[in-house]
């Protein structure tokens, strides 16, 4: 598993906000979740050691149902392949997960 990557000037860092993130057509619902990433150029053209943090509670864990053609664990709640040692108090006392994923970007245009 690689390490979370902690971003750096010249940076940004997102006020926390609850948004889904879609993961191989599994959608966590974050909670208190941030976005940082590190500007590349002048002026910026990439984003990179980018994080996204954020917390799936237990319920929304336990609502999650992987998709049935995964080996092994396919058909199972997500809180089932998660460990109860990791479980961590959350936003407004639930309990639950932190999840760190790390990311790139590049620009896109905008469509509205």
Do not use: H
């Not at 057509?25 to 943090?53: M, N, S």
């Not at 799936?56 to 664990?73: E, F, G, N």
């Not at 109860?84 to 469509?111: C, E, I, K, R, S």
Request: glycine share 10%; proline share 9%.
């Amino acid at each position: 598993m690689p390490a979370v990557i902690t971003p750096a000037a010249p940076c940004f860092s997102s006020a926390s906000a609850s948004f889904d993130v879609t993961l191989g057509g599994i959608v966590l619902p974050l909670k208190d979740a941030r976005i940082a990433a590190t500007y590349v150029g002048a002026p910026a053209t990439e984003l990179t050691q980018g994080l996204i943090a954020g917390f799936v509670t237990k319920a929304d864990a336990d609502a999650i149902v992987l998709p049935a053609d995964l080996l092994v664990v396919g058909g199972m709640p997500l809180s089932a392949i998660l460990k109860p040692a990791d479980m961590d108090t959350g936003p407004g006392g639930v309990m639950g997960w932190w999840f760190y994923l790390n990311f790139t970007a590049q620009p896109t245009a905008y469509t509205d």
